[in-house]
């Protein structure tokens, strides 16, 4: 059976059951501050375990893409060192919200993995949640009951707390879970260990793996730990695919299946090295087929690779495939992205939205291994520095491994690797600690603390008013909460309906008042949306929360905000017509300055595509045209309409769809009644963000004219100071003409003088121990006492010049050693750093020529004896 129909007969056996099979959600998280990337199948459903939205269907289905690489689900480190770890997985899932519970579950479990799989009953055993005295809830009986159908007593395992009780986080739903493993071993392993399966359940046992979990939500984890019965029984399960496929395809490794080893033959046809050739290769072939997953996906699910939160997640997964491909595997140019064409006939069928992105994932991909490749060499140069410093007692100190570790990408076996090959150790103890230190810094960073919710009156689904209305009077307040952010507190308010807009899409969320209903105004310091929950951050708690509220926006930083948010799609509209179709929106940013707007071209826009873009979109300001909008549209009548979906966003089963003349797409944002509301739009930069993204930074309206108001005035300013030369360009031609013409002669000059200084400073050698030694002292012009340095180090024999001086008022140091003496073992840049000590300062160079800077002038003399004891 292939992986394939292994995927559709889960999908089909559950839609038979009468489930809606829904498509996978993004990988990456948006709107939802816990959460990074979608790391379970229940992620798109927590907004109805929340009770923030109104379920659509009793019983749902999917096959999920998954990535779990932080907190307490993180196997990043796991990944190529056993064969069932992956960050990036597919987790098939069946969920109940309020409908079918344990017995259901249970059953359906068994029947499709006996009676559709045909997994052998006696291989199969389950756990059971044993209870917790802790939380005062008792074993889960009903599940015992339930598994007392199918399995004898000696396959159903009790499992404590921490294996069969599962959390959604700190406080939200939860319950008792009950898991699935299954024993692949063969006759033989069995016989030699001695051991029954049931005693390697949860033991990390490669062969003895949980392939499916059945969480039963049946309680609510409140701020102070206790637990709450919840009123509506919820399912949620979870089965990895790929260990499923291992189990079916009667496979020991997950790697041995058609999920992975047509990667596996590119990846040695690329390499020329043999999967099962030795455990360092095996494990940098299983690294890089399992990471290229990760990143390709999150690249078409929109998140690129950067150095902040989730893109430094997807860069650090990338360079540790490059790493292993450069260590165990030789690769030196680009090879990842070579690698795309194949993900995308492995997965492409069921995911096309890695076909649809193919370009711009191989591109990224090519980009961000180029970099790393160069890091890489950076690196190894640094770390030979460390190396040549710590010659005597031959070890690498912690803190320089972290900062190989963390600014160079090194992980720390590399910098172990290469030390051990140079006869060199690694002080792992303080690399631990500066570890220990970065990770407390990160947790202090995002330490958040929520309180459990305040309730007034009957919740619902929150209301939104804001695209009709700035003021919504008669707002009921349905909850608050404090919540502990960064150690700031901060009040949160939930009302039964609003005309804030919550920060979503990349729209900035609105602020203004609530005032309550006995005149008491609390400010809104900003409006958030977390698990379609639309919560208005305030400075203060009203003394009556019972009454009716009146809700304003500030309508006029609203009224910006929208003209930006339109012309963004004004913008994604011109882009479209005088650059190309190819063009997508990558991301953006909007709030009352300004907007960014990410999209896809491979190349720089030239200044006359700029003016052209800003004509164009300023062409459909002034023609005015009227926002067309249907909040209620389905999809197949959006796509009728020639609307614009972005990918890497998940859509429900109505959209809104937005119209401006030419222009359509989809969007929840705020927009402007009208295009000739915007007023002018102008372009501030375009740049790259990342291989084939670009980006535009844009102003409207009073932004746009203070801009050009600038620019006039650079433009007057600058006429005067030329004495009000009409012909400006051509006058700023001849200064710069003339200043090339002046450098010429100012750079023939210094040539002839550092001539000189190099005649001199020859002539001014004394033997010392058998060499020919300069001394520099005084003040002197450091660049062009380096230049002659230059000159001799190429041209002078047995010749050492050594200078202490002042440049510029601060002290320079420079030591110079001639091509033979460099040959002879002597190294500049090891021998100044110890002078370098005296002026309070540091530096390096080559071996043949290296210069200091610091900050203690009184330091000089001892400098230049420090370097002259080298000789």
């Not at 829904?22 to 375990?49: C, H, R, Y």
């Not at 893409?65 to 098939?92: I, Q």
């Not at 939200?172 to 692949?184: F, K, Q, T, W």
């Not at 949160?492 to 969320?509: A, I, N, R, S, W």
Request: proline residues 3%.
């Amino acid at each position: 059976m292939t992986s394939k129909e292994i995927r559709q007969q889960f999908l089909d056996f559950f839609a038979a059951k009468g489930h809606t099979v829904v498509p996978s959600a993004p990988m990456v998280v948006k709107n939802d501050p816990t959460l990074m990337f979608t790391n379970a199948g229940m992620n798109q459903f927590k907004d109805i375990f929340l009770g923030n939205t109104a379920r659509k269907f009793n019983r749902a289905a999917d096959s999920q893409k998954c990535l779990r690489v932080s907190g307490k689900h993180n196997d990043l480190e796991e990944v190529g060192h056993d064969t069932y770890h992956h960050p990036m997985f597919e987790m098939l899932g069946n969920w109940s919200f309020g409908d079918y519970f344990k017995k259901e579950a249970i059953d359906w479990a068994w029947e499709l993995l006996t009676e559709v799989y045909k997994i052998d009953k006696n291989i199969l055993y389950a756990t059971v949640f044993e209870g917790s005295e802790e939380d005062g809830t008792p074993m889960d009986t009903e599940a015992m009951e339930a598994w007392r159908k199918h399995l004898p007593d000696d396959h159903i395992v009790l499992g404590n707390k921490h294996d069969n009780f599962w959390e959604m986080g700190d406080t939200g739903p939860c319950g008792p879970s009950s898991e699935i493993h299954v024993d692949i071993r063969s006759e033989e392993e069995k016989k030699a260990t001695g051991l029954s399966g049931r005693e390697l359940v949860n033991k990390s046992d490669p062969h003895v793996i949980e392939i499916w979990n059945l969480v039963f939500m049946e309680f609510q984890r409140m701020a102070d730990g206790h637990l709450e019965s919840l009123p509506a029984k919820n399912i949620d399960t979870g089965m990895g695919f790929e260990r499923l496929c291992a189990v079916l395809q009667q496979k020991n490794s997950n790697y041995d299946t058609d999920v992975f080893t047509a990667m596996l033959g590119r990846i040695a046809e690329l390499s020329g090295h043999k999967y099962g050739e030795s455990e360092n290769v095996d494990v940098a072939m299983r690294v890089i087929a399992d990471h290229i997953r990760a990143i390709s996906f999150s690249i078409a699910d929109g998140q690129l690779p950067s150095n902040v939160k989730a893109g430094y997640v997807i860069r650090r997964i990338l360079r540790r495939a490059v790493r292993y491909g450069y260590t165990f595997l030789g690769f030196t140019e680009p090879f990842l992205c070579r690698l795309v064409p194949q993900l995308i006939a492995d997965m492409g069928e069921a995911y096309p939205e890695i076909k649809a992105q193919q370009k711009l994932i191989e591109s990224v991909i090519r980009e961000e291994e180029m970099a790393f490749l160069r890091t890489l060499d950076r690196g190894i140069k640094l770390l030979d520095d460390y190396m040549a410093r710590n010659a005597e007692g031959r070890v690498i100190p912690g803190v320089d491994a972290f900062v190989l570790y963390d600014t160079y990408g090194f992980p720390i076996d590399l910098t172990e690797l290469i030390a051990g090959e140079n006869g060199y150790k690694v002080d792992l103890d303080g690399f631990q600690k500066e570890l220990a230190k970065q990770k407390e810094r990160a947790r202090n960073a995002t330490a958040n603390e929520f309180g459990d919710w305040t309730v007034y009156a009957e919740e619902e689904e929150v209301r939104f008013t804001g695209y009709d209305v700035t003021r919504q009077e008669g707002a009921r307040l349905l909850k608050s909460r404090k919540v502990v952010q960064k150690n700031k507190e901060m009040l949160q308010l939930v009302f039964d309906c609003t005309p804030f807009y919550g920060e979503m899409g990349g729209e900035v969320g609105d602020t203004g008042t609530a005032t309550s209903a006995s005149g008491e105004v609390v400010k809104i310091l900003n409006t958030v949306k977390e698990n379609n929950l639309t919560i208005h951050i305030a400075d203060h708690l009203p003394a009556d929360c019972e009454g009716g509220f009146t809700l304003e926006v500030d309508a006029a930083r609203r009224q910006k905000i929208a003209a930006n948010h339109s012309a963004t799609h004004l913008l994604d509209q011109a882009l479209r017509e005088i650059v190309g179709t190819h063009v997508e929106q990558k991301g953006s940013f909007v709030c009352d300055k300004y907007f960014r707007f990410d999209f896809s071209h491979f190349e720089k826009l030239g200044d006359d595509t700029i003016t052209k873009v800003e004509h164009r979109v300023n062409e459909m300001i002034r023609s005015n045209f009227p926002l067309v909008e249907n909040r209620e549209a389905t999809m197949e009548e959006a796509n009728a309409m020639g609307a614009i979906a972005l990918f890497g966003e998940k859509y429900g089963d109505r959209v809104r769809v937005v119209k401006f003349g030419p222009s359509v797409e989809l969007c929840g944002g705020c927009h402007t009644a009208a295009t000739g509301k915007i007023g002018y739009f102008k372009i501030v930069s375009e740049s790259a963000i990342a291989a084939g993204v670009r980006r535009i930074e844009a102003v409207t309206g009073e932004e746009a004219e203070t801009m050009v108001d600038a620019l006039q005035e650079v433009v007057r300013t600058t006429r005067a100071m030329l004495g009000g030369a009409p012909g400006l360009a051509d006058a700023i031609r001849k200064i710069i003409d003339e200043n090339d013409s002046y450098k010429k002669q100012i750079n023939e000059i210094a040539k002839e003088k550092t001539l000189r200084l190099k005649e001199a400073l020859v002539n001014a050698s004394e033997e010392i121990n058998g060499h020919r030694v300069v001394k520099i002292t005084g003040e002197r012009d450091i660049v062009m006492l380096r230049n002659a340095a230059t000159m001799l180090q190429a041209e002078a024999e047995n010749l050492i010049v050594a200078g202490a001086v002042v440049s510029g008022g601060k002290p320079q140091l420079l030591l110079m050693y001639s091509a033979d003496l460099v040959a002879a073992g002597r190294n500049a840049g090891a021998d100044i750093r110890d002078a370098a000590k005296f002026i309070q300062g540091g530096g390096g160079g080559q071996s043949g020529l290296a210069t200091a800077g610091g900050k203690d002038l009184s330091g000089l003399d001892k400098a230049l004896e420090a370097m002259i004891a080298k000789i």
